[in-house]
């Protein structure tokens, strides 16, 4: 069964800080990895999606790593703002017959201050 | 082009009733995928459909239920509410088989069960 922890659980920094937010899963058997943010009460919007024979994405200030073999990804935001404040969570996709299901960490709360 | 959508956004029910949830997926994406999230157990998956077909269902009871219609669109059903139930329900669309693509939520519908 696919367990996938973030660390760290919350994350304060001031504003223009470099930042490493971490994701690890058990199950190194993954399609693919995803990376969401999600403002308080609102829904998921995806960051970077790595397929597994990708090494690393980048979108702007963000770039996102997958190592499968020690079951590792890691998102790395550059000159963080304070509107990046926000809860990350990274998600494994299995693949094969589990189709669509994404398994979920418990996500990262971050925090960026003035 | 617009969005996956979710209607309603919020619902307030009493213990017993039952409640039906509904997903638009952004236009030409044919996988949806249904989640409840928690504070306490975080993001878990319920089911998938692809082409009007359940292909994955998570470990919830048989009170939860869902169905795809032939445009794609999504409705997922929760009899006999328990207090439990109250959480926050995000569907996910993709364009092809779910496991393959990058996914993308709607803004979820709050279930409040009294």
């Known amino acids: 069964k696919q367990e996938v922890t973030q660390i760290p659980a919350a994350l304060s920094v001031p504003e223009g800080e470099n930042l490493v937010l971490n994701c690890s899963f058990t199950d190194s058997a993954i399609y693919n990895l995803q990376w969401f943010r999600q403002d308080p009460g609102k829904g998921l919007t995806s960051l970077l999606l790595i397929q597994s024979s990708q090494r690393e994405q980048t979108s702007g200030r963000l770039n996102a790593s997958l190592d499968k073999s020690s079951g590792r990804s890691t998102l790395y935001i550059a000159a963080s703002q304070p509107g990046d404040s926000a809860t990350y969570l990274c998600a494994a996709n299995a693949g094969g017959t589990s189709y669509g299901k994404l398994t979920f960490g418990q996500g990262t709360i971050l925090t960026v201050h003035p | ?114």
Request: charge should be positive.
């Open chain 2, 1 to 114: 082009k617009a969005g996956v959508t979710q209607t309603p956004r919020y619902l307030i029910k009493t213990r017993g009733q039952q409640v039906t949830l509904s997903c638009s997926p952004i236009s030409g994406h044919r996988s949806v995928s249904w989640y409840q999230q928690t504070p306490g157990q975080g993001l878990q998956f319920l089911f998938e459909y692809f082409s009007e077909t359940q292909r994955n269902k998570g470990n919830f009871p048989g009170r939860f239920s869902g169905r795809q219609f032939s445009n794609s669109r999504s409705e997922m059903n929760v009899s006999t509410l328990e207090l439990g139930d109250s959480a926050l329900y995000l569907c996910a669309s993709s364009l092809g088989e779910g496991f393959r693509n990058e996914q993308f939520f709607g803004p979820g519908t709050r279930l409040t069960v009294l």
